[in-house]
């Protein structure tokens, strides 16, 4: 049976080994590589994700299926201009097999939950071009867009924002 719950601190390898596989995974779509220099954590992702649980304002999660780890997530807050909160869930990762079956709703509304019951106003997320399921994931639960991020590489060395450039 599908849940989650809060992570600990020895849940930390599979959530990193989620991760690494999340990163390729995304690097592979349009706008990937350029995520992964912005967005992604940095390397280390054991330091990286080790210091979300010292940060009182981050909630992280563990997706599992009778009780084995299949996921993760993060909620994050950002205090807007005139002082409210937006809700911020800035990883999602669902081990493929185990994609599509209630994990990363059960985490998705965990977290939804939890930004509510902070007074957020919102919960902002991502999906790049080419998440067609990651998309299809956030607008089944009420997700809709409210902004395009474009991207015009200026050097030859630069991140490609399509693998197709």
């Known amino acids: 049976m599908e849940g989650c719950r809060l992570a600990t601190r020895d849940d930390l390898p599979r959530i990193v080994e989620l991760a690494r596989a999340m990163r390729e995974e995304i690097r592979s779509v349009r706008g990937g590589d350029v995520w992964a220099l912005r967005e992604g954590r940095p390397e280390p992702l054991e330091a990286s994700y080790g210091a979300l649980f010292d940060d009182a304002g981050v909630r992280v999660l563990v997706g599992t299926i009778d009780g084995t780890v299949m996921g993760f997530a993060v909620g994050e807050t950002d205090v807007l201009h005139d002082g409210g909160l937006l809700g911020i869930i800035s990883d999602i990762c669902v081990e493929p097999g185990a994609r599509a079956i209630g994990v990363g709703e059960e985490m998705a509304n965990n977290l939804v939950d939890h930004f509510r019951a902070l007074g957020c106003i919102g919960?902002?997320?991502?999906?790049?071009?080419?998440?067609?399921?990651?998309?299809?994931?956030?607008?089944?639960?009420g997700f809709v867009?409210?902004?395009?991020?474009?991207?015009?590489?200026?050097?030859?060395d630069a991140p490609e924002a399509s693998p197709s450039e």
């Not at 919960?123 to 639960?141: C, I, M, Y």
């Not at 867009?145 to 030859?156: A, C, M, Y």
């Open 123 to 141: 919960v902002d997320s991502w999906a790049l071009p080419g998440q067609r399921e990651t998309k299809n994931f956030f607008e089944e639960h």
């Open 145 to 156: 867009s409210r902004g395009i991020v474009v991207h015009k590489r200026l050097t030859d």
